[in-house]
């Protein structure tokens, strides 16, 4: 079993910054990928950015130039949100698939106000 817990969301103005880093404890052997991913009200979750093991950060298009995956360790993941937008605003989730099985983190808030 894998367990995710989620720390760094606020509150922010827009044009700044904010970083969520997210630690795994549990097994994470034959680790698929670790990623993030949010959801804003009335909207599905989607995709943010993800590193699959071994490989290269991915990407959302909204992303793209202002957010920066990294893999700090073996079991923990940040996300650098620089240039903060209104319609960043939502819960952000980290996302570990081991052994092809997705294990999510609690979320965490993240608003940035106009």
């Known amino acids: 079993q894998v367990q995710l817990v989620e720390s760094g969301g606020g509150l922010v103005q827009a044009g700044g910054s904010l970083r969520l880093s997210c630690a795994a404890s549990?097994?994470?052997?034959?680790?698929?990928?670790m990623g993030w991913y949010r959801q804003a009200p009335g909207k599905q979750r989607e995709l943010v950015a993800v590193i699959p093991n071994g490989g290269s950060a991915n990407y959302a298009d909204s992303a793209k130039g202002r957010f920066t995956i990294s893999r700090d360790n073996a079991n923990t993941v940040s996300l650098q949100m620089n240039s903060l937008k209104p319609e960043d605003t939502a819960v952000y989730y980290c996302?570990?698939?081991?052994?092809?099985?997705?294990?999510w983190g609690q979320g965490t808030q993240v608003t940035v106000s106009s």
């Open positions: 549990g097994s994470i052997f034959s680790l698929n990928s």
């Open positions: 996302n570990f698939v081991v052994r092809l099985r997705h294990y």
